[in-house]
């Protein structure tokens, strides 16, 4: 199998465990999940299909995706509004469990790895997390109160 049917292969994938998910800790029927994982499983291929065009792949494959939900969310697109209604079932925490997962199995086979790290990488952890959980909170606040939410 090539790169880009591993990656077909392990968005499906990740897409039933995304639908699963959405069933058993949301409660949202069968469905309406697997059509709204559907739909950004296609986005998502879609965005795949851009970022191997000659001259558009000096782009991350994530950039290419990005760009094709913007563009299909965009209220003057047609058809974007079934796409967000049916999108908007799947819940965000049921999208990134499959992506923990992946993280938590890629960091066992470099297990050899973190134990040379030891104890190093615990304050720059600890120190990542912060300054993200800090600048997002400030961000945060300038954005709400510039639009007068607060």
Known sequence: ?????????????????MAVGNVIGYQV???SS???VLVIIVIGLIGMAVSQVPGLNKLPMVFWISIVAI?????????SA????????????????????????????DI??????SWKIVPV??????????????IAQFVLKWEGAI
Request: aromatic share 12%; hydrophobic share 55%.
């Open 112 to 117: 050899e790895l973190f134990k040379k790290l």
């Open 29 to 31: 029927d069968w469905y």
């Open 71 to 79: 563009i299909i969310s965009l209220p003057n697109f047609p058809g």
């Open 82 to 109: 079934w796409v967000i209604q049916i999108t908007k079932k799947v819940q965000f925490l049921a999208v990134t469990t499959p992506i923990l997962a992946y993280a938590g199995l890629s960091l066992g086979k």
């Open 34 to 36: 697997l059509l709204g």
């Open 125 to 138: 952890t600890l120190a990542v997390m912060t300054g993200t959980f800090l600048f997002a909170a400030i």
């Open 1 to 17: 199998m090539n790169k880009l049917q591993n990656m077909t292969v392990a968005m499906i994938l990740s897409g039933l465990l």
